[in-house]
Structure formats: structure tokens, C-alpha cells
């Protein structure tokens, strides 16, 4: 088989993502992309290690590692995204904005999204 | 897959059946993949996940590497995903079309992931253009083989990933309990990371 | 003691008593009249054991050197001869009259610790100038007396008029020190040495190479010091000083020191008859100009002022007829009977309420207020006006008579023309100083109206003073016979045909001026002038310093007032106006030098704002809009740094692989 073919479906499936983690508000939407992204790389990984034949299996071995990591990180991506969610009743990541520098110059706390009781969090719970 | 190892014998213009396979399925899967970037329904952008996802575990297949196949089906579309809906849920997210599910960045996103893609897709093309898989011979991702190899050579990074793991299931229980009290979203969420925690002891079959 | 070291203590004393002066002047209250006064006495006395020992035989000369100082070495120098020693015992017993004077006139005065130290190192000053044999140390005390004066006469730094009038008299004498530096310099490279008697050696082997310009060069100086046109204008307004301070400075000592050097330095002078005709010149027109200014002048101590000038012009023509013993004899009586007149303006001053003499002349009295003032001033002014037997006679026939010889071209290596010069405008002079001497009299002690206010009065040391210096003012012309021995030996005795001149024109100017007083006087009483009172026992030095004050706002102006009784205005006519305003010379200096000075701060003002800052301005601006441009980027979205993140190392990339491949370089 060609191994522009997979590589090729690599690097679209990575754009994608791409623009879903640049271009989504929702942050477990970002969360998809990103796993996207993920998988377009365990594609190449596994599309180059058949190629390459090697014996150690390094590609696919990877391949599980990386599984496993993007479990991990989807589990506290989750976790924060709840927490956030909690703290300021949204999950919109363009609304997260306390690192901006204000105008003014002065401190940015209280500013964004307004800052919502956590009891609504875990109602929805 | 049946055809002759020599270079000459390959081109673009006489695809085998696996090479048209492989489109077709790749086709599937960037169009969900693209739905899954665009809609406006965010439970459908999971749902749409799931088939891109899956097609990424048939692409697998089709490149002989039989058990990521499968551990993608398990961990991604059976858990990962799951997860996934679980948080738009928690969070809750509307159910039908949403106006505002992307922000003001799109176009700028769009243009720096058009702008990756060519230069990437330019890249890749030119550097193997004239490279082939040969995909005849002995399976290279068989369960037996990939077990071998994980356990003579990787067994190292194999344990310490499994560390890595239950750092992450302390961390979103840590993360989710809010200050003592908050019981109901901290065991909401342990149920999601033993869900994960639990993907590697399926890898090990 | 010998010579040498009670001509080192001369100097010596009056520095120390300057030094302790200043530093228990503010501790110990009670220390410091005796430390200004005894040290100065104590001079006074060595420095007529140094006249006595030195007898007029021949010269003193010691020196030694402290350390090699490059190419020219510079001698502690002493040399005492008869000029030196008969100078420093003027300047000595000036010193101390001045000192004691002021100890009755500043008696109530805050700042009379400091006044007194300064007056002390200013007399030690001018005493090294006058023993010292090295040009480099003489350089030295004449400087410092720079600084003193400049310091004294801003002594009432309260007023207007005394900050102005110091800060002018630095900046003038500064300005005629800077071509004496010069031609110290260059003086020193033409003979190799900074000693007199080396330079002089010199000078007599026909060494010099530049006399002119060096001559040239050193006037610049002693025009500066010596109150010579066109560098006078400082003396009049230093006025604004304390009167004892116009007595030391201003008569006896500072405006000596250009005297005594071209006496010194006369051989070097005399090697360009150029330097001569210049010198003479300039005295002419200094005695000519100051006498017409000084018969303008409503200021009693401006009058003194500008008559101090004039004297100076009569020494300096006599140095430019190569007669320095006439002009030294000149400088020690003129030295006496002008110190007599400005303590003498100083009682009259505190007596009057005021130092204008238009003022005066409206009061009644004031000669039998203040007989000690009136007796003593009298005599000076009959002296100043060089009338027969005071001392100033003497002296100017001496100035006169050389003049005549000079004219002559009896004088060795003296143009004719140098001698007429001299000659002309000496007895042009000697008209002018009778006459504004005899309107100074007439105006302050034969005033017809109203009693003088009493103002209580003058401390009994203020008139013991003016006795002390009443006897040299009276005798010391007397002494003319006996001083050759000290001096270069040539007689001093006056001729007949310039005495007789001088004396008839000095009688002529007196009686026209008396004449015109006599046809003006009835005015007075219908053209009433404010006089300006003053508080009642006030300290006579607080009283001049609101006399000062008040003449501008009084009379409008510093110098003149408008009072038609002035005999002045009658004999100078049109010519008055101008003359109050000493001839214009200070708005020529203004348009010449302060104006284009200021003109080019404002320009450099200008450039420091306008173009200076605005480069440093920028440099500050510019990271600022930077800083602010780049603020704007932060707008604390994540996905917006992470697109631009991207973006950025997307086009790292290409670049790489363009280069990395050679398709792009």
C-alpha cells in the first residue's frame, strides 16, 4: 500500500483537530479535537511501524502508550473542566479570561464569567 | 497486496483493493472527524467522534495492526467517549443546536489548520511519494506479537505508564472533591476515572 | 625677628585671624572682635617694622621652593623694597582702621563674623600681592581678593542692588583676569621664570620677545582691578557694599593691587611704548570720563566712587609716563584721604538718614551734628582736590610734573605724545575733581532747611578713625622729600609751572562750582525731595543698607535724582543726564555681552527642550505605544495565543524546511 495514503489521512485528521481545539467554545469540545489530534498520530505510528517492519514493535508500542495517556489526560481535562464549570458556571473557554490585562492595569479577579454558586454545579449533578 | 514487490509495479492510477479500502474508510473518517469539528449539536459532536474514531480503528486493521484495532475500539469509542458524554451532561450542555458552540477565533483557526494542512500534506506528499508498504508477510500487530514485544522490551515503560495512570485517578478525584463536602460530583467522576484506569488491564489480554 | 620673617608674619597674621574668625565666629561670639581686630593691628605694627627695617636701602629678596611644579618653577617669594614696604604699611594701617571702624558700624550686624573674617583674609590677600616676589603667588592673592570683594560688597545681599552690584564685580574683574592669566603665562615662557626680580633681569637684557602683547594682556587684568575704562563700571555699583568695605576695597587696597603691579612690572610696560600709548590712553579717558560722571552722581558714595577711579587714572598716567615713584606717592596719599572719606560717608550716611545729597542739601545742620565727619572730610575733599598743603597736592603735582617731563621728551623712552596725554587730561581732571569735590561739600554740610532728624549717635570708635587717618591725610605730602631714597630715587618735589597750573585750576573749578551752587541753592526750597528717615538708633549699618534700598524707589534711580538745585546740572548741561548713567557704558556692555549671552542660553534652552528632550522623550514614548500595541494582544483567550502559537511555528517550520531543503535560500 501507498504510505502517502495514511500519512496523508494523518495530517488532515490532525488539521481537523487543529481547528477544532483553535475554533470550539465548548471546552469538551476541544477535549474531542484533541483527541483527534491523538489519533491522527497513532496513525502515523502505526502506519510507520508497519512499513518500517521493526522488530521491537516501537511503533505500536507507542501507539498503546499513547492510548493510555490520552485516557489519562481526557479523565483530568474532564476533571477540570467540571471544576471550572463549578467555579464559574460555564464551561466556555474564550469566557476564561482572568489572564487578560485590563485597560486599567489593575488586577483582573471578579472580571469574566460571573462567578456562580457551586450548589448549581452539583444540582445538575 | 498481491501485487509484485517491485516499485515499478505500484502507481497511483492502478490502486490495489486494500489502497481503495483504505480510501473509502478515509474518506468516512475525515468527514466525521469534520463533522465532529463543526456541528452545532454537541451530543452529535460526540456521536460523530465515535464513527471517526471508529474508522480510525478499521484503518488499523487495514494496516494488519489487529490489536490497537481493537484496544481503540475499547478505550476510545467504549470509554473515552462515553467520558465525553458524561461531561457534557455534567456541564449541561444544550441538547440541540447551540448558535454559539464556536467563538469569534474560527476564521483565524480556520486559516492557521488550512495553512498546516497544506504545508503538512505538501511535506508528507513529497517526501514519500515513491514509498511503499509492504503489507504481505507475517501480521505485524497480532495480539501474540504486539504481547511479545510489550513484555520483553517495554515492560519498563509499560509499568511506569501504569504509575502514570494512577496518578491521573488521584488527580480527578483530587480535583473534583470540593473542599470536604461536594460528595456527589467527586464520585461522579471517580466512576470516570476507574472507567479509565481500567483500559490498560484490558490491554494486557 | 628679622626682616624676612616679620614680612612672612604680615601676610600670615591677618589669615590666621581669618581662619580662627570663621571657625568660632559663630561658637564663641565673644572671641571674634578681638580676632579681627588684634591681628590686623598686630599687621599694621610689623608692617611698619618691615618699612622701618627695609629703610629704603636695598631690596629684600628671599624665596624657596616647595616642590618642582614642571617646566617653570614657582617660588615662595618674598621681595620688599621701598614700594612694597611703604604699600603694605597703608595697607596695614587701612586694614586696621577699617577693621576697628567696623567693629562701631556693624556693631548690631547678624553676619559680622563672617564680614570680619572676610575682611581679614581679603587683607591678608592683598599683603601677599604686595610682598610676594612670584607672579604665580601674587596671582594667587589676587584672586582671593576677587572673591572677597565679591563676597563683601554682597554683604547686604538682602537688597537687590548688593546682589547685582557683586555678582558685577566678580564677573567684571573675572573678565579682565582672564587675558592677566595670559599674559602671566606669557610672560613666564619669555623669561623662564615666574620671579619679578628674574622677569625684570630679563626685561633690562632686552630678552622679552612679545612686550606688547604681553603688556597688552596684563592691562586687561589691572583694568579689571584697577577700575580703568572700559572695565570700571563695576566700582560705582559696588557701592552697595558696607562703607568700611568701600573704604578697604575700593580705595586703599583691591583697586591698588593693578596699581602696584604695573609698578612693579613697569620695565615691561615701558619696553613697548604700544602698551604706553594704550596705558596713557586709558587713563585719560578713565580720569576725563569719571570726573564728569562723578559730578553726577547724587549717591555721596558713588561720587567717591567714581572720584576713586579717577585718582587711579592719575597713578596710571603717571606709570605711563614711567614715573612709578609719583605714582605709588599718589597711591599712599590717596589711599589715606579717600579711606578718610568713605569712613567719613559712612558717619554722614547715619547722621543724614540717607546717602543721597540732593536729600542733604534739603537739611540744616548736619555739619554741627557730626563736627568730627565735617572737619576731617573737609580736609580730605581739600586734599582730593589737590589743594595746597594736604597731602593730595603733593602726589598729583608729582604725577603732573612727570607728565610735564614726559612731555617734554625728557623721559627716556617715553613718547611725547603720552606725556601731553597725561598732562591735558590731568589738568582737566584736577578742574573736574574741585568741582565735584566742592558740590559733595556744599550739598552735604551747607544744606538750608529743615534740622536733620536725630539719628543718635556715631560710636566714638567710628570717629577716632577718621582722626587716626586725618594726620597721614594732613602730613604725608610732607613726607615727599624724604621718599626718593625709597622709591627709584627721582625727585618728587612739585614743580612750579604745574603747580601753579594745577592748583589754579583746581581753584577755578571750585569757585565756578561755588558760583553755580550759589545761583542753584535758592531752588532747593521749592523743589522739595523726599529725604528718606531712618529708625532712630539704628545700628549705622543697617541705616545704609535702608538708605541704599530706598534711593531707587526715592529718586529712581541708583545713581542720579532729579533735584534742579544740583550744581551739577548747571555745569554739565546736557551732558548730565548722560553722565549720571556713567556715559551709557553699562547698556553698551548689555547690548554687547548680556544681551547676545542670553540670546544664546535661550537658544540653548531651546535646544535642550525642544530638540534634546524630545529624542529622550521618544525613547520613552516609543516602548511605551510599543508596550501598548503588544498589550492589546493579551486579551487572556487561550485559543488566540495558542492560533497564534501555531501560526508562528508553522512558519518556523516552512522556513526550515525551505532552507533546510535549499529551495528557498
Redesign the interface.
Known amino acids: 500500500?501507498?504510505?502517502?495514503?495514511?500519512?496523508?489521512?494523518a495530517?488532515?485528521?490532525?488539521?481537523?483537530?487543529?481547528?477544532?481545539?483553535?475554533?470550539?467554545?465548548?471546552?469538551?469540545?476541544v477535549?474531542?479535537?484533541v483527541?483527534?489530534m491523538l489519533?491522527a498520530v497513532?496513525?502515523n505510528l502505526?502506519?510507520f511501524?508497519?512499513?518500517l517492519?521493526d522488530t521491537?514493535?516501537a511503533g505500536?508500542?507507542l501507539?498503546?502508550?499513547t492510548?493510555?495517556?490520552?485516557?489519562?489526560?481526557?479523565?483530568?481535562g474532564?476533571?477540570?473542566?467540571?471544576?471550572v464549570?463549578?467555579n464559574r458556571g460555564s464551561?466556555?473557554?474564550?469566557r476564561?479570561?482572568?489572564?487578560?490585562?485590563r485597560p486599567d492595569g489593575g488586577d483582573?479577579t471578579g472580571h469574566?464569567a460571573q462567578p456562580q454558586p457551586?450548589t448549581e454545579?452539583?444540582a445538575?449533578? | 497486496m498481491t501485487l509484485a514487490a517491485t516499485a515499478a509495479a505500484h502507481g497511483f492510477l492502478s490502486p490495489t483493493g486494500v489502497e481503495i479500502a483504505f480510501l473509502l474508510v478515509g474518506i468516512a473518517t475525515l468527514g466525521a472527524a469534520l463533522i465532529t469539528v463543526t456541528t452545532r449539536q454537541l451530543v452529535h459532536a460526540a456521536l460523530w467522534l465515535v464513527v471517526a474514531l471508529g474508522g480510525i480503528a478499521v484503518e488499523y486493521l487495514l494496516l494488519t495492526a489487529e490489536f490497537i484495532a481493537w484496544v481503540q475500539v475499547l478505550i476510545y469509542v467504549g470509554s473515552v467517549v462515553v467520558l465525553l458524554l458524561f461531561g457534557l451532561m455534567l456541564t449541561k450542555a444544550p441538547i440541540g443546536r447551540s448558535p454559539d458552540a464556536d467563538s469569534g477565533n474560527r476564521w483565524a483557526a480556520l486559516v492557521v489548520a488550512l495553512a498546516s494542512a497544506g504545508t503538512l500534506v505538501w511535506v508528507v506528499v513529497d517526501a514519500f511519494r515513491a514509498t511503499w508498504i509492504d503489507l504481505d508477510g507475517a501480521v505485524q500487530g497480532s495480539t501474540a506479537t504486539l504481547g511479545r514485544t510489550l513484555f520483553q522490551y517495554w515492560v519498563l515503560p509499560f509499568e511506569a505508564l501504569s504509575v502514570l495512570l494512577l496518578a491521573a485517578l488521584v488527580g480527578a478525584i483530587v480535583l473534583s472533591r470540593k473542599g470536604g463536602e461536594g460528595k456527589a460530583p467527586a464520585a461522579d467522576l471517580r466512576s470516570g476515572a476507574a472507567r479509565t484506569g481500567t483500559a490498560p488491564r484490558e490491554e494486557q489480554h | 625677628m628679622t626682616l624676612t620673617t616679620t614680612a612672612v608674619l604680615v601676610p600670615l597674621l591677618p589669615f590666621l585671624g581669618s581662619v580662627a574668625g570663621f571657625l568660632l565666629g559663630r561658637r564663641a561670639p565673644g572671641f571674634v572682635r578681638p580676632l579681627a581686630v588684634l591681628p590686623t593691628l598686630a599687621t599694621a605694627a610689623l608692617a611698619v617694622c618691615v618699612a622701618v627695617g627695609q629703610g629704603g636701602g636695598p631690596a629684600t629678596d628671599v624665596a624657596t621652593r616647595l616642590t618642582p611644579t614642571g617646566s617653570i618653577p614657582i617660588d615662595l617669594a618674598l621681595h620688599i623694597d621701598g614700594f612694597a614696604a611703604l604699600i603694605g604699611v597703608l595697607v596695614g594701617v587701612v586694614a586696621a582702621c577699617v577693621q576697628i571702624y567696623s567693629t562701631g558700624y556693624l556693631r548690631d550686624d547678624p553676619r559680622y563674623p563672617s564680614y570680619a573674617a572676610l575682611v581679614s583674609l581679603f587683607t591678608s590677600a592683598m599683603l601677599l600681592v604686595v610682598y610676594t616676589g612670584d607672579l604665580m603667588v601674587l596671582l594667587v592673592g589676587w584672586e582671593v581678593m576677587g572673591i572677597c570683594s565679591y563676597f563683601l560688597v554682597g554683604h547686604y545681599w538682602e537688597t537687590e542692588a548688593a546682589r547685582a552690584a557683586s555678582l558685577k564685580a566678580f564677573l567684571v574683574t573675572k573678565l579682565g583676569d582672564v587675558p592677566f592669566l595670559f599674559g602671566i603665562f606669557a610672560l613666564a615662557a619669555d623669561a623662564g621664570t615666574f620671579r619679578i626680580t628674574g622677569i625684570l633681569g630679563k626685561v633690562a637684557d632686552g630678552g622679552l620677545h612679545h612686550p606688547t602683547l604681553i603688556a597688552l594682556l596684563l592691562l586687561g587684568g589691572v583694568a579689571g582691578k584697577s577700575a580703568q575704562f572700559p572695565l570700571h563700571t563695576w566700582l560705582p555699583d559696588a557701592m552697595a557694599g558696607p562703607t568700611p568695605v568701600s573704604a578697604l576695597i575700593h580705595a586703599a587696597t583691591m583697586v591698588a593691587a593693578g596699581v602696584y603691579l604695573v609698578a612693579r612690572l613697569l620695565p615691561v610696560f615701558a619696553a613697548s611704548a604700544a602698551a604706553l600709548v594704550v596705558l596713557a590712553v586709558m587713563a585719560a579717558i578713565t580720569m576725563v570720563g569719571s570726573g564728569l560722571a562723578a559730578l553726577a552722581q547724587d549717591d555721596i558714595k558713588r561720587v567717591l566712587a567714581y572720584s576713586t577711579v579717577g585718582q587711579l587714572g592719575y597713578m596710571l598716567g603717571a606709570l605711563a609716563v614711567g614715573d612709578r615713584g609719583a605714582a605709588v606717592f599718589h597711591l599712599l596719599t590717596h589711599g589715606a584721604f579717600k579711606a578718610l572719606l568713605f569712613l567719613g560717608a559712612g558717619v554722614i550716611i547715619h547722621a543724614a538718614g540717607t546717602n543721597s545729597l540732593a536729600a542733604m542739601s534739603r537739611m540744616g545742620g548736619l555739619a554741627r551734628r557730626i563736627p568730627d565727619a565735617y572737619w576731617t572730610v573737609t580736609v580730605a575733599l581739600l586734599a582730593l582736590a589737590a589743594i595746597p598743603p594736604f597731602a593730595g597736592f603733593f602726589s598729583k603735582e608729582a604725577v603732573l610734573g612727570a607728565a610735564e617731563h614726559a612731555a617734554h621728551g625728557q623721559a627716556h623712552g617715553i613718547p611725547g605724545a603720552v606725556g601731553w596725554t597725561v598732562l591735558i587730561s590731568g589738568v582737566l581732571t584736577a578742574l573736574l575733581t574741585a568741582a565735584y569735590a566742592t558740590r559733595l561739600w556744599l550739598l552735604a554740610f551747607n544744606g538750608r532747611g529743615a534740622e536733620v532728624p536725630d539719628h543718635g549717635k556715631q560710636p566714638v570708635v567710628m570717629n577716632a578713625m577718621l582722626w587716626v587717618l586725618f594726620v597721614p591725610t594732613v602730613a604725608l605730602g610732607l613726607a615727599g622729600p624724604y621718599l626718593p631714597t625709597w622709591f627709584d630715587g627721582r625727585s618728587l618735589n612739585p614743580a612750579l609751572t604745574t603747580s601753579v597750573v594745577g592748583t589754579g585750576v583746581a581753584l577755578i573749578g571750585g569757585l565756578v562750582t561755588y558760583a553755580a551752587w550759589r545761583h542753584t541753592s535758592a531752588r532747593a526750597a521749592r523743589a522739595p525731595l523726599g529725604a528718606v528717615a531712618v529708625a532712630p538708633d539704628a545700628a549705622p549699618g543697617l541705616a545704609e543698607e535702608l538708605a541704599i534700598e530706598s534711593h531707587t524707589p526715592a529718586y529712581g534711580g541708583i545713581a542720579g535724582a532729579p533735584d534742579p538745585a544740583d550744581p551739577g546740572r548747571v555745569l554739565l548741561g546736557p551732558l548730565h543726564r548722560h553722565a549720571a548713567v556713567g556715559f551709557h557704558l553699562d547698556a553698551v556692555y548689555s547690548a554687547l555681552f548680556v544681551r547676545p549671552v542670553r540670546a544664546a542660553a535661550q537658544l540653548v534652552r531651546f535646544l535642550d527642550r525642544e530638540v534634546v528632550d524630545t529624542y529622550v522623550r521618544g525613547a520613552g514614548a516609543a516602548p511605551r505605544w510599543l508596550g501598548a500595541a503588544v498589550r492589546r494582544a493579551q486579551t487572556g483567550n487561550v485559543q488566540t495565543y495558542l492560533g497564534a502559537l501555531l501560526a508562528g511555528s508553522l512558519v518556523l517550520a516552512v522556513v526550515a524546511v525551505l532552507v533546510a531543503t535549499g529551495t528557498g535560500a
Open positions: 500500500m501507498h504510505l502517502a495514503y495514511p500519512a496523508v489521512l495530517v488532515l485528521l490532525f488539521c481537523t483537530g487543529l481547528y477544532g481545539v483553535l475554533a470550539r467554545r465548548n471546552a469538551i469540545l477535549l474531542m479535537s483527541e483527534l489519533n497513532n496513525l502505526v502506519a511501524d508497519v512499513w517492519r521491537l514493535h505500536q508500542a501507539t498503546l502508550f492510548i493510555a495517556i490520552a485516557a489519562a489526560e481526557i479523565g483530568i474532564l476533571a477540570i473542566v467540571l471544576l464549570y463549578r464551561s466556555d473557554i474564550d476564561l479570561r482572568d489572564l487578560a490585562e483582573a469574566g457551586d454545579a452539583e445538575a449533578a
